[in-house]
């Protein structure tokens, strides 16, 4: 059974960081797209960041984050990172790590595997 436990979330004013941790139990998934999404208050789910580490390794990022979250992975823990500065209050939304054992998925952004969430609270 596979299972995505986020944390890090918590409440960070404008400018400041957070490291969002995803550990992943079930499939390794060393080889295949893990990524990161998030929902804020009344609108839709959006894709944040992703990682793939098939043909040498790939990251990929909404055009709001780059260049102020990084995402990361360690293989050996099965897990995901995503490292966020610069926040601003825009990024307020529930976080949500995301893997799928296909690499489709980093491209059509249709995960199989979801956590629960963690909320990310930006005050101004």
């Known amino acids: 059974q596979v299972q995505l436990v986020e944390s890090g979330g918590g409440l960070v004013q404008a400018g400041g960081s957070l490291r969002l941790s995803c550990a992943a139990s079930?499939?390794?998934?060393?080889?295949?797209?893990m990524g990161w999404f998030r929902q804020a208050p009344g609108k839709e789910r959006e894709f944040v960041a992703a990682?793939?580490?098939?043909?040498?390794?790939?990251?990929y990022y909404a055009d709001s984050v780059k260049g102020r979250f990084t995402i990361s992975r360690d293989n050996a823990k099965n897990t995901v990172y995503l490292q966020m500065n610069s926040l601003e209050p825009e990024d307020t939304a529930v976080y949500y790590c995301?893997?799928?054992?296909?690499?489709?998925?980093?491209?059509?952004?249709?995960?199989?595997?979801w956590g629960q969430g963690t909320q990310v609270t930006v005050s101004s």
């Open positions: 079930g499939p390794t998934f060393s080889s295949y797209p």
């Open positions: 995301a893997a799928d054992l296909h690499a489709s998925a980093v491209v059509t952004h249709e995960y199989a595997y």
């Open positions: 990682a793939i580490n098939w043909n040498g390794g790939s990251t």
